[in-house]
């Protein structure tokens, strides 16, 4: 079973400051995925990681993934309030269909 | 809204009775998943279909659940006997087959009192 273990669980930074978010898997997976879920919300899809050094950005979040470390990060340039949620990775496997969550970094952004 | 939608959003129940919720993807998608999640936790994999077809299943999915997915399109997920450990968020997604990312329904809360 593939595990998914995000690093920290909570998250509290100030508004304009930079943060990583760092999400381990533990077996081979070529796809991880961010999303973001807003209290008592679905989830919102942020970024798809399809291939080693994938680098994607979005406004002031940048998500990268290095399979060989089998390590994904979701780096927070000069946050804002709006920013505050609960971010998610998941891995699935290459051939597989099951996403594996990890437990979620709780982002509280202070002005 | 082409997104996918799930009924109930909220749903109430005493111990011992059964709940269904429904879930409709996006319309060209093949792919339907269950998900649940409890508080502070990140989502669990329950089930998924490809078409009609249900293809895996997870250990969590015990013989008090059942998901038919009978026509292709819209999905059920059916709790009989509801316990109180089964109150959760429970997450509906869908996808094409030759997509990667998984589309997220609003969910629906179920309250086993």
């Known amino acids: 079973e593939l595990k998914v273990e995000q690093n920290p669980l909570f998250l509290s930074m100030q508004e304009g400051k930079n943060y990583t978010i760092y999400c381990n898997y533990s077996t081979t997976s070529d796809r991880l995925y961010w999303y973001r879920q807003d209290p008592g919300k679905s989830l919102e899809s942020l970024f798809v990681?399809?291939?080693?050094?994938a680098v994607k950005q979005e406004g002031r979040l940048m998500a990268s993934l290095d399979t060989k470390a089998r390590l994904s990060t979701l780096h927070i340039t000069a946050a804002v309030h709006d920013l505050s949620a609960t971010y998610f990775c998941?891995?699935?496997?290459?051939?597989?269909?099951?996403?594996?969550f990890g437990t979620g970094t709780s982002l509280t952004v202070i002005p | 809204d082409t997104g996918v939608s799930q009924n109930p959003r909220h749903k109430i129940t005493k111990r011992g009775q059964n709940v269904t919720f429904r879930c409709d993807p996006i319309s060209e998608h093949n792919r339907l998943y269950w998900y649940r999640q409890t508080l502070g936790q990140g989502p669990e994999f329950l089930t998924y279909f490809q078409n009609e077809a249900q293809l895996e299943k997870s250990r969590l999915l015990s013989d008090r659940f059942s998901a038919e997915r009978p026509k292709g399109s819209f999905s059920t997920l059916e709790i009989q006997r509801t316990e109180q450990g089964d109150s959760a968020m429970y997450l509906c997604?869908?996808?094409?087959?030759?997509?990667?990312?998984?589309?997220f329904g609003p969910g629906t809360r179920l309250t086993v009192l």
């Open positions: 997604a869908s996808s094409s087959i030759a997509g990667n990312e998984q589309f």
């Open positions: 990681l399809l291939s080693n050094g």
């Open positions: 998941a891995a699935s496997h290459f051939t597989g269909n099951q996403f594996y």
